[in-house]
């Protein structure tokens, strides 16, 4: 047995990253070169569905990266054609911008309520009112 573990785990990490990608386990299986028996038998491991987990995640973190790099610029180009000479221009950013802004507030809002939750409910002094 500990002759298959150190050839079994060097498929893990790169079964783990295909299959993040949204790639089926005998695809990913087949990309890495790893036999399917081995990887479908990685796969149902806890640490095999935790790297996934993480990768997926960190992949999600760098795309929010990226799309609040966009929304950045997409706003500087929002405020931009607020001093454009065509009325109509002017008028259709201002629509948008107040379009915009209500819902970013309430999801501000609402992320700190629950944050707010949060820290009540981990607070040792809590008491439920009856």
Do not use: W
């Not at 960190?58 to 607020?82: C, D, E, P, W, Y």
């Not at 501000?108 to 409910?121: F, I, N, P, S, T």
């Amino acid at each position: 047995m500990t002759q298959k573990t150190p050839k079994r785990s060097r498929f893990l990490e790169p079964l783990a990253i295909a299959v993040a990608g949204g790639i089926t386990i005998k695809a990913a299986a087949e990309s890495v070169g790893c036999s399917l028996p081995i990887a479908y038998s990685l796969s149902r491991s806890p640490e095999f569905r935790s790297l996934v987990s993480t990768v997926r995640t960190q992949s999600i973190q760098q795309a929010v990266g990226t799309l609040s790099i966009a929304a950045n610029k997409a706003a500087a180009a929002l405020v931009a054609l607020l001093d454009d000479e065509d009325p109509k221009v002017r008028l259709g950013a201002v629509a948008r911008v107040f379009a915009a802004i209500t819902p970013m507030t309430e999801l501000h809002e609402l992320r700190q309520d629950v944050a707010d939750l949060k820290e009540q409910m981990s607070s040792p002094k809590l008491r439920i009112a009856t």
